[in-house]
């Protein structure tokens, strides 16, 4: 399962990641800089950092580097911690070329840290975590790439002690070094960090726009240009942050033409034929600003045109309501339909556009809580009208990027309210069952398992509440085949 691959990456990358200053209100430990200096002014040198070959018991340093690794691949933390100790401080450029020993020192402040149950005393090795990566940068340079790692470490492990904001900067300035070569390990958790961001009004546009790109671009290069095993890396976060940065569509000139063009020209190719697709990529490519005289597109354009083509209503807030939706504005097209509603005594009609906003907020705006809103307004329209939960379904199955990290427990336990609104679905409107089964089938695979639900001591068929935006009782459930 793609989410439990992720989850082993993430373990994998607790080796390779890092943390500045602690930032709360409690004063952090100062480490002591027991390494040794060497003057030197050959630019020849690897490192400017002590190596083995400048120390006369080098050899003695080499060996405690070799004990330490033998003694942490056995689990003797403690034990290793002496030797790595006395080799790094004497040594921190080893041989001018292996940087392993800084990984291994972050792993063994993690390890302290995590069985340090003095607050306290945990920030003394959250702050030997920020000293190891500042070392390594004054070592091998690449501030960019440990600056990324030290922002994962922070995110993922000390965030109880770190505030968001030293978090975000870390990332953000990791992403301005590395630009459309962003490391794949930073950009699931700032996709998060940067929508949460945004959506508070806690960043402008115009550095968003700066983010949003380097990030789909990196994500673009590391599709086309990755090998072996950082291959399945870049697809799983492709299955991720593409979704989170695609909310910032909503906002105008965020992304560049050719972004539009080449994410969902493509979808017009693999359904041709299906009127809502044409309608969709239409609506994008135009709100994108792309060039629709060009020959690409005509006959897409064709298609909109005649085979799909559907009378305007009479002059009115609808005839605005869908010049704006076509044009991709958004806000424009839900304030004429809701007019539109507010006017008419026809029920049916007032479901029909109820849900049509309702859609709007889902597939264009991403805001998920009002698509739920209009939804259920709709659905107080029209019985037995299986439509609106469909839609409440899709929107809860969709929240696992919000409301965790994408995989595991908290993003995989979205899959039960969302089964729930399915199956109440097809009880009441035997229309959407085919497609409901369809859909339960799926993300049933995607429950959380046994194994996980007894970790946790709850059991099968126990009430829980899911939070998030949700706030939804359920049961519990645990995945096919587990």
Same mark, same amino acid.
């Given at each position: 399962?793609?989410?439990? #691959? ?8 607790? +080796? ?22 060497? *003057? ?15 120390? #006369? ?41 292996? *940087? ?67 978090? +975000? ?95 969902? +020209? ?73 007019? +539109? ?35 259920? *307004? ?59 089964? *369809? ?44």
């Amino acid at each position: 399962m793609k989410q439990l #691959v992720f989850f082993i990456i993430l373990i994998n990358l607790a +080796f390779i990641s890092c943390s500045p200053k602690v930032v709360n209100t409690k004063e952090s430990v100062t480490i002591e800089d027991k390494t040794t200096e060497v *003057k030197v002014n050959d630019e020849s040198r690897p490192t400017p950092c002590v190596m083995f070959t400048d120390l #006369v018991d080098g050899e003695d340093v080499m060996s405690d580097f070799s004990v330490y690794r033998n003694l942490l691949k056995s689990g003797e933390y403690k034990n290793a911690f002496e030797y790595w100790e006395r080799a790094f401080h004497k040594a921190p450029g080893a041989n001018g070329k292996v *940087k392993y020993h800084f990984d291994d020192g972050v792993k063994f402040y993690k390890y302290f840290y995590d069985n340090e149950n003095d607050p306290e005393l945990k920030l003394r090795w959250i702050d030997s975590v920020y000293y190891i990566y500042q070392k390594r940068i004054e070592c091998f340079g690449d501030e960019a790439y440990s600056k990324g790692r030290k922002a994962f470490d922070y995110y993922y492990y000390f965030s109880d002690n770190v505030n968001k904001d030293t978090i +975000f900067n870390l990332f953000a300035e990791a992403v301005k070094g590395q630009k459309d070569h962003t490391e794949y390990f930073i950009i699931n958790p700032f996709s998060k960090m940067l929508l949460d961001r945004f959506d508070k009004g806690e960043l402008d546009t115009m550095e968003a726009k700066l983010y949003v790109n380097y990030l789909t671009n990196s994500i673009e290069n590391g599709l086309q240009n990755c090998k072996g095993q950082d291959c399945e890396s870049w697809k799983i976060i492709d299955d991720y942050a593409p979704y989170l940065l695609e909310s910032f569509e909503s906002v105008e000139d965020i992304y560049p033409p050719s972004y539009y063009g080449g994410r969902y +020209f493509d979808y017009y190719l693999e359904n041709p034929n299906s009127c809502d697709t044409i309608d969709l990529v239409y609506r994008k490519l135009v709100w994108g600003k792309v060039d629709i005289t060009d020959e690409k597109y005509s006959q897409l354009v064709n298609d909109k045109n005649t085979k799909c083509y559907v009378a305007p209503p009479e002059p009115g807030p609808l005839t605005k309501a869908y010049d704006c939706y076509n044009e991709g504005k958004y806000k424009c097209a839900i304030s004429n339909f809701q007019e +539109f509603v507010d006017k008419t005594d026809d029920n049916e009609k007032k479901a029909k556009y109820l849900i049509l906003i309702a859609k709007i907020y889902y597939r264009d705006l991403k805001n998920f809580s009002l698509s739920r809103e209009y939804a259920l *307004k709709a659905a107080s329209y029209k019985a037995n009208w299986g439509e609106p939960y469909m839609l409440i379904g899709k929107l809860y199955a969709s929240s696992g990027p919000l409301c965790g990290p994408g995989t595991g427990w908290d993003s995989q336990l979205v899959t039960w309210p969302a089964i729930d609104k399915f199956e109440y679905a097809k009880k009441i409107d035997s229309s959407v069952a085919a497609e409901a089964n *369809k859909l339960i089938i799926n993300y049933e695979q995607y429950m959380p398992s046994k194994e996980d639900i007894h970790q946790r001591l709850l059991k099968e068929g126990q009430t829980i509440s899911v939070g998030c935006w949700i706030n939804e009782s359920t049961k519990i459930r645990a995945a096919k085949g587990w």
